[in-house]
Every structure is written in structure tokens, then in C-alpha cells.
């Protein structure tokens, strides 16, 4: 999993509970907010790429190199 994603997931991630002691905390990936994290992670990738007026391809492409996924 690319590094930035697992950033994401981290931010994403909501308490959902504690251990029995009350100490640690359980967490779980919140995965509306996962999403949403990576929906503006690629609008922001698309709005700063925009004024270059590249083709729709280049933009699919930095997306996918962002977030370290194969073509």
C-alpha cells in the first residue's frame, strides 16, 4: 500500500471502544471518511494540475501515481 494511503487510512481511522482497563483505545478505519479523504486528496490533484489544460488521460495518470496504483 502506497505511503500516502496509509496516511489517509490513519486520519480515517475512529475510536470504537477501549480495552478493559480503559487505557488503550480500539480504533477502526472509518471508511466514509476514508473515502472521502481520497476524493479530495484527487480533486486537489486535478484543481492544481487544471491550468496546464492537459488531456483527461495526464490526470487519470497523476492520480494513479499519487496513490502508487499500476496503470
Do not use: W
Request: aromatic letters at 8%.
Amino acid at each position: 500500500m502506497n505511503e500516502r494511503i496509509r496516511e489517509l487510512a490513519l486520519q480515517a481511522q475512529k475510536v470504537v471502544g477501549y480495552t478493559d482497563g480503559g487505557y488503550t483505545e480500539i480504533k477502526a478505519l472509518d471508511q466514509e471518511k476514508f473515502a472521502e479523504l481520497i476524493v479530495r486528496e484527487c480533486a486537489k490533484i486535478v484543481t492544481d494540475a487544471v491550468d496546464h489544460c492537459e488531456p483527461a488521460s495526464t490526470y487519470a495518470d497523476k492520480i494513479k501515481q499519487h496513490f502508487g496504483v499500476g496503470k
